[in-house]
């Protein structure tokens, strides 16, 4: 009986050592699933893949070079505007004004063109009274306590008053990009098939790094989950306001001139200068930054970003009419958020920071 009993035994063992193998395996498959679902990132990058396939199988010239030169236009500008516009939400505050910055840019890129500056010159210029507006918006938040609903809203009015002020509401064409070939300086600026797509990676590489790890983004994070802990703790929240304000302003009056140097003319717009802000915001927020403050992602932006650009040109190619395209548009918008309120859900469940 002995004997029996070992040989039984010893016929067992084999047969459970590889069920349970299998039981590992298929929870470590279950559980590196289950983690990628509840990164920040993970629901939006899955929706934009399928929403690909999905315009790549059901849209004729969809998956085509031509195509997605056309694509890069609509996505990489609102994946910077999204970018800088994180560093302000993670604050918990939101900037209205990037549609106004974007706008006036260009103008002020033009006036000091037309006056003599050097191309390269009358851009960081044109920059720094872009991060002007920032650091107004930023002190009257920061200093003067002005909601920055408010504050950014009035600004977005100041500047696109200020816009049809000095341009007499007439387009004008864009410096350096009036010969015949396109000039280095419009290679680089946003002329060149592929400049827009390599500023928009290198930004939102550049201020990921930042927002991970750096001191930077660990005070824009703790300013964003407690203000008054991270002014407790020595942060000088008022300047880690200010400069997250002039970061934003900045990528936007970069936007405005890469755009105006692609299309070759800038335009006192109002209207088109406010659609790209609301497309920059609706990027950060379906990327997984929260309006509520501390807790972002810039390639969570950058992919949001993407979906907006793929379902843009999809429903295009589709022939969907202009009249429903806002529709489609916002109703992918609210599916997109009701998926990452599920998974934000599943990840405070989960406890995974």
Same mark, same amino acid.
């Given at each position: 009986?002995?004997?029996?009993?070992? !040989?039984?035994?010893?016929?067992?063992?084999?047969?459970?050592?590889?069920?349970?193998? /299998?039981?590992?395996?298929?929870?470590?498959?279950?559980?590196?699933?289950?983690?990628?679902?509840?990164?920040?990132?993970?629901?939006?990058?899955?929706?934009?893949?399928?929403?690909?396939? %999905?315009?790549?199988?059901?849209?004729?010239?969809?998956?085509?070079?031509?195509?997605?030169?056309?694509?890069?236009? %609509?996505?990489?500008?609102?994946?910077?505007?999204?970018?800088?516009?994180?560093?302000?939400?993670?604050?918990?505050?939101?900037?209205?004004?990037? &549609?106004?910055? %974007?706008?006036?840019?260009?103008?002020?890129?033009?006036?000091?063109?037309?006056?003599?500056?050097?191309?390269?010159?009358?851009?960081?210029? !044109?920059?720094?009274?872009?991060?002007?507006?920032? *650091?107004?918006? &930023?002190?009257?938040?920061?200093?003067?306590?002005?909601?920055?609903? $408010?504050?950014?809203?009035?600004?977005?009015?100041?500047?696109? &008053?200020?816009?049809?002020?000095?341009?007499?509401?007439?387009? +004008?064409?864009?410096?350096?990009?009036?010969?015949?070939?396109?000039?280095?300086?419009?290679? +680089?600026?946003?002329? /060149?098939? %592929?400049?827009?797509?390599?500023?928009?990676?290198?930004?939102?590489?550049?201020?990921?790094? +930042?927002?991970? *790890?750096?001191?930077? &983004?660990?005070?824009?994070?703790? @300013?964003?989950?407690?203000?008054?802990?991270?002014?407790?703790?020595? $942060?000088? @929240?008022?300047?880690?306001?200010?400069?997250?304000?002039?970061?934003?302003?900045?990528?936007?009056?970069?936007?405005?001139?890469?755009?105006?140097?692609?299309?070759?003319?800038?335009?006192?717009?109002?209207?088109?200068?406010?659609?790209?802000?609301?497309?920059?915001?609706?990027?950060?927020?379906?990327?997984?930054?929260?309006?509520?403050?501390? !807790?972002?992602?810039? @390639?969570?932006?950058?992919?949001?970003?993407? *979906?907006?650009?793929?379902?843009?040109?999809?429903?295009?190619?589709?022939? $969907?009419?202009?009249?429903?395209?806002?529709?489609?548009?916002?109703?992918?918008?609210?599916? +997109?958020?009701?998926?990452?309120?599920?998974?934000?859900?599943?990840?405070?469940?989960?406890?995974?920071?």
């Amino acid at each position: 009986m002995a004997v029996a009993s070992g !040989s039984n035994a010893s016929a067992e063992a084999p047969s459970g050592g590889p069920a349970s193998t /299998g039981r590992t395996l298929g929870q470590e498959a279950s559980s590196l699933l289950r983690r990628f679902l509840t990164l920040r990132e993970g629901s939006i990058i899955i929706v934009t893949i399928v929403t690909t396939v %999905y315009f790549m199988v059901n849209a004729n010239g969809f998956a085509t070079s031509a195509n997605f030169k056309t694509l890069l236009p %609509y996505f990489a500008p609102i994946a910077i505007l999204a970018a800088g516009e994180v560093f302000v939400m993670v604050n918990g505050e939101i900037d209205l004004s990037i &549609g106004a910055v %974007y706008l006036i840019t260009p103008f002020l890129f033009y006036k000091l063109a037309s006056n003599g500056v050097p191309l390269v010159p009358a851009v960081i210029i !044109s920059l720094l009274g872009a991060a002007l507006a920032g *650091f107004v918006n &930023g002190f009257f938040i920061a200093v003067v306590g002005i909601s920055s609903f $408010v504050a950014t809203f009035g600004m977005l009015f100041t500047l696109e &008053g200020l816009t049809l002020v000095i341009s007499h509401g007439a387009p +004008v064409q864009t410096p350096g990009t009036s010969s015949v070939h396109v000039t280095n300086f419009a290679q +680089v600026f946003g002329g /060149g098939t %592929y400049s827009e797509l390599i500023w928009a990676l290198a930004i939102v590489a550049a201020l990921q790094v +930042v927002l991970t *790890f750096s001191r930077w &983004g660990v005070y824009t994070i703790a @300013v964003g989950g407690n203000r008054l802990g991270a002014a407790e703790a020595g $942060v000088r @929240v008022r300047l880690v306001l200010i400069r997250n304000f002039i970061l934003c302003a900045t990528c936007a009056g970069l936007v405005g001139i890469l755009e105006t140097v692609r299309t070759v003319t800038a335009t006192p717009d109002p209207s088109g200068s406010n659609e790209i802000l609301f497309q920059g915001i609706a990027a950060a927020v379906i990327g997984g930054t929260l309006l509520r403050g501390g !807790s972002g992602t810039v @390639v969570g932006a950058l992919i949001g970003a993407l *979906f907006l650009g793929v379902l843009h040109d999809g429903l295009i190619i589709k022939g $969907v009419s202009a009249d429903y395209l806002d529709l489609y548009l916002g109703l992918a918008i609210i599916l +997109v958020m009701s998926i990452n309120v599920f998974v934000q859900r599943v990840r405070t469940g989960s406890g995974i920071a």
